[in-house]
């Protein structure tokens, strides 16, 4: 079977890494280019123990990569948002799909960039060709894509698990989430708040109504809605490596009963091969998810007459997986017309 040659730029970072290592396993895909200024003239093997081709390869540095990566039949850009803003443009012309999985390309309203990630964004053609990855909601769009942004960790647990019931419009497209991440959805800092002396036995919430993912959240839960969706968001940092657990609240429009928000749920994705709807919230987990691109989501309502209406909906996923290189492999399968669980399928958990 003709393999499609691939490259990974930022591949020392934590997504970098885990890219790195499904891809050396994917049966389509060969790891021909790995770019790193860290891990600059090292081997895969040597930082990451992979065997075989993949192993061998050595990382090259980050200035001029583009050349070599430009080459390949798909490329990621594991990299910083600002980063990925310079290195598109030089990419693009090439015949390489590209996965970008920094925000540089996730909002459509380049003005925002401004205002949530702290740059004027330079390139506004190259956004208007960028597709949004979520798979589970956009797939149309990724068939065939040359640029694809990958979507955030927070935007990816928050729209799996509302998008449904706004689509089906059993809820008010007014939403509150509260999300709680492990430490490597910040990266590798080294900073003295992201420290284990700073972060064990504590939780905090941190970026209150200024987070870079709320505005993608409300991008991408709107187009599910068809209307404006009103969004309060509120992250927090959990003292455990990896993982993100969502709990998104909603109000049943009127008229409309629990149970229709159940079936839209399980009729969105009963063939969905990554999401499972799981018969509680309470049975959402970290554990079932980690090291895997799956999504568990659980859903209860109000029976009480406490808060008549309400819905909670909790969903968990892997922050760097399916919140990451997970779901950029699984966005690049599609993009190529392969099976879409290629390299995904056999990703095992950690649980027990």
């Known amino acids: 079977m003709h393999k499609a040659s691939v490259a990974v730029i930022g591949a020392s970072g934590y997504s ?27 081997s895969a ?62 909002l459509k309203d380049a003005s925002a960039y401004r205002a949530f990630y702290g740059f004027e964004h330079t390139q506004p053609e190259l956004l ?5 990855g979520l798979p589970e909601l956009f797939r149309q769009d990724i068939a065939g894509a040359r ?23 059993v809820i008010e497209p007014a939403v509150i989430i509260d ?38 959240i409300v991008q991408a839960l709107s187009r599910c809605s068809r209307v404006p969706v ?24 009127a008229g409309r009963d629990p149970s229709e928000a159940l079936r839209a749920m399980q009729d969105a994705y009963r063939a969905e ?6 018969d509680s919230p309470d049975e959402v987990n970290l554990k079932s998810v980690a090291g895997t691109n799956r999504c568990t989501i659980g859903l209860a309502w109000d029976r009480n007459s406490l808060d008549p209406g309400r819905l909670v909906v909790v969903s968990a996923i892997d922050n760097l997986v399916k919140g ?17 669980t290629d390299g995904l399928a056999q990703l095992r958990g950690f649980y027990p």
Not at 128 to 132: P, W
Not at 206 to 215: D, E, G, M
Request: charged share 20%; hydrophobic share 45%.
């Open 179 to 216: 999300a709680a991440s492990g430490v490597t959805g910040a990266g590798r800092k080294s900073g003295e708040e992201m420290s284990f002396g700073e972060v064990d036995e504590d939780f905090r919430a941190y970026k209150v109504l200024r987070h870079q993912h709320a505005p993608e």
């Open 128 to 132: 208007r060709s960028a597709v949004y």
């Open 147 to 169: 640029l694809i942004a990958n979507p955030g960790c927070y935007p990816t647990g928050a729209a799996l698990a509302l998008a449904p019931l706004l689509r089906a419009e």
């Open 16 to 42: 970098g890494i885990e890219l790195t290592r499904i891809l050396a396993d994917h049966p389509r895909a060969e790891l021909r280019f790995l770019a790193s200024d860290r891990w600059n003239g090292d």
């Open 273 to 278: 091969p990554f999401v499972t709807v799981i």
């Open 45 to 106: 093997a040597r930082r990451l123990g992979i065997q075989g081709r993949a192993g061998e390869l050595r990382y090259a540095p980050l200035q001029g990569s583009e050349r070599a990566a430009s080459e390949c039949d798909a490329v990621f850009l594991a990299t910083p948002a600002e980063a990925s803003l310079q290195l598109l443009p030089k990419l693009f012309g090439s015949a390489a799909r590209v996965v970008d999985i920094s925000g540089a390309f996730r």
């Open 324 to 340: 990451a290189a997970g779901q950029a492999v699984q966005n690049m399968n599609i993009a190529m017309g392969w099976e879409e």
């Open 230 to 253: 009103r969004l309060t968001f509120t992250p927090h940092l959990l003292p455990i490596k990896r993982g993100i657990l969502t709990t998104a609240y909603a109000t049943l429009k």
